[in-house]
């Protein structure tokens, strides 16, 4: 089958320069004037970075590609270059379909036209039929949830009226290829999946996407392949479950104690900071190894800078993909539940049993809430500890299925003895 996609060799180079973001055009003509050899003297002299460098990869038609890798790995840079936003210094790129590009919020909005007549202008760059898109415009608008403002000029539009507009015109006029970049962290966490669903559809119409994301539970339910991207090369070509665990265990550290000394410069607000998060085993220090029967310790402590708050943490403990294991918070603590907290340092701790995790890493997620309902802020991944399996097996060899494996009890007992005359079988006997 030939490829609908294929790229060979590209590479592109951005100069970095030194220019006074504050100069205004008419001192840069000036400039430019009294002095123009200098000024291409300094342009030839600026140092110079390598976005992306020999990167070679065919798509398939229906092919749904996810592409992950750490921020400024080059990902955004290739997009634009399969968009035709940007030029790449080397290399070659083939296309065959129309294209529909979502890099960023509004991607090809004008500020002065309304809604709807950006509607129609981004489905003639589509190379839309105007009867086609009239049909397809009420599913647009009702899919993107502003009916109201679609006669508004675009200009006054929040920045998640734009993503849910420009997602629903990329989605809805069916280009060949959708290539969008990870604006889905604009919008609320409800049309977050509605997106996601959309896009599931749109794969399953045998249409070509290409996914950037760092949410590795959605780029792993929704991509048929990913491409792990490191310093402008390609690290890992493959099957999504097995490229985004070597991603994630190279860039995700084992993290199994912080502590910020400095109030002033500690995370948080201006109600609460964090001094310090650690896990560690039971009876152990945060150096010590944890295995699938270890107890495990997980402890935060906190300043409270406001005498008389209400105040309460929430935990998740997820996978390395991001895969939430369990919530837990201190809102029934049998000392501080419903007591108003004095201004101070605080230390709450919970205590997860062992036989509870399965091996692998984990991610500990922080929500620091005031009053049960208001987050003041959150700390993504601010503990990430590693939980080994234990030396002693019990018949098992390889990795167990689901994020836990606890040691249930079972039970077997004989219900019924005697001859299986079915199979001339009896118990004891051969």
Not at 147 to 153: G, L, P, Q, S, V
Not at 257 to 274: L, V
Request: net charge negative; proline share 4%; with cysteine.
């Amino acid at each position: 089958m030939k490829s609908i996609i294929t790229v060979e060799n590209i590479s592109k180079k951005y100069r970095i320069g030194a220019r006074d973001p504050y100069q205004t055009l008419r001192d840069s003509l000036a400039d430019a004037f009294r002095n123009p050899l200098g000024k291409l003297r300094s342009r030839l002299s600026a140092p110079t970075m390598w976005a992306l460098s020999g990167i070679d990869f065919a798509v398939q038609p229906g092919e749904v590609l996810g592409l992950i890798g750490t921020n400024g790995a080059g990902k955004s840079t290739l997009l634009k270059i399969l968009s035709r936003i940007v030029e790449p210094t080397s290399g070659r790129v083939d296309l065959y379909g129309r294209v529909g590009s979502l890099l960023e919020v509004g991607t090809g909005f004008h500020p002065e036209l309304t809604g709807r007549e950006n509607v129609f202008l981004n489905g003639a760059i589509l190379g839309m039929r105007r009867e086609y898109i009239k049909r397809r415009f009420d599913e647009i608008v009702e899919f993107a949830e502003i009916e109201k403002f679609i006669d508004t000029a675009v200009k006054y539009y929040s920045s998640g009226m734009y993503m849910r507009l420009a997602f629903a015109v990329a989605a809805h006029l069916e280009p060949e290829i959708l290539i969008i970049d990870e604006v889905l962290a604009v919008g609320d966490v409800a049309f977050q999946k509605k997106c996601l669903g959309k896009m599931g559809e749109v794969a399953q119409t045998g249409r070509t996407v290409l996914f950037v994301s760092h949410n590795m539970v959605a780029v792993q339910n929704l991509c048929s392949r990913v491409i792990w991207l490191n310093q402008g090369k390609i690290s890992a070509d493959g099957e999504p479950r097995e490229i985004i665990s070597m991603y994630l265990r190279t860039s995700l550290s084992v993290r199994a104690e912080q502590t910020w000394e400095d109030i002033e410069s500690a995370p948080g607000n201006h109600e609460a900071r964090i001094r310090r998060a650690c896990v560690h085993p039971a009876g152990g220090t945060p150096m010590d190894a944890i295995n699938i029967r270890t107890p495990v310790v997980i402890e935060f402590e906190y300043w409270n800078l406001v005498p008389g708050a209400f105040l309460n943490l929430s935990v998740v403990v997820s996978t390395e993909e991001g895969y939430p294991i369990f919530n837990t918070g201190s809102g029934n603590e049998p000392v501080w539940h419903g007591r108003p907290f004095p201004a101070g340092l605080f230390r709450s701790a919970f205590y997860i049993p062992g036989e509870l995790l399965n091996d692998g890493t984990h991610r500990v997620h922080l929500y620091i809430i005031k009053d049960r309902s208001i987050v003041l802020f959150h700390l993504e991944d601010i503990l990430v500890f590693d939980v080994e399996d234990s030396l002693e097996r019990d018949g098992w060899f390889g990795k167990w299925i689901g994020a836990v494996r606890p040691n249930f009890t079972w039970q077997t007992e004989l219900v019924e003895g005697g001859n299986l005359s079915s199979t001339g079988f009896m118990y004891g006997e051969e």
